[in-house]
């Protein structure tokens, strides 16, 4: 089954989404990604036990975090499917890139780019 998402997903897998820190998160908003998803397994089929339960509360604190700095904390968004739902994962991966161009580019990205020309 070939599926169709937006060509401007990076997908960056790991084993459990229990092992999505914090950092990994925030680092993506600060080095310019418009936004992150996070998409774990159903809530209460995680093969690490709790690792999906643990994703969404990082998930949670980065969308608060962001919202005290004045960022959209709709930017970080988490997900739940099982992985026989291939279509599911590609309507997501539209669902966020439709959410994203209506919030328009990373904030973080025009003062950077302001940075950089005063540097100049």
């Known amino acids: 089954m070939r599926l169709n998402y ?42 690490y036990n709790e690792g999906n339960l643990r994703a969404k509360e990082r998930v949670n604190y980065v969308r608060m975090r962001l919202e005290e700095i004045g960022i959209e904390g ?21 669902e966020m890139t439709e959410n994203i161009r209506n919030l328009g580019p990373n904030p973080l990205k025009k003062a950077r780019k302001a940075e950089q020309d005063r540097s100049d």
């Not at 709709?74 to 291939?86: H, I």
């Open 74 to 94: 709709d930017r970080v968004r988490m997900y739940n499917l099982s992985s026989g739902e291939g279509p599911t994962f590609a309507a997501y991966a539209k």
């Open 6 to 47: 937006p060509a401007n997903i990076k997908i960056i897998r790991v084993p459990c989404t229990g092992k999505v820190d914090v950092m990994h998160l925030l680092r993506a908003i600060q080095k310019g990604a418009d936004g992150v998803y996070v998409v774990g397994c159903i809530e209460g089929t995680c093969h």
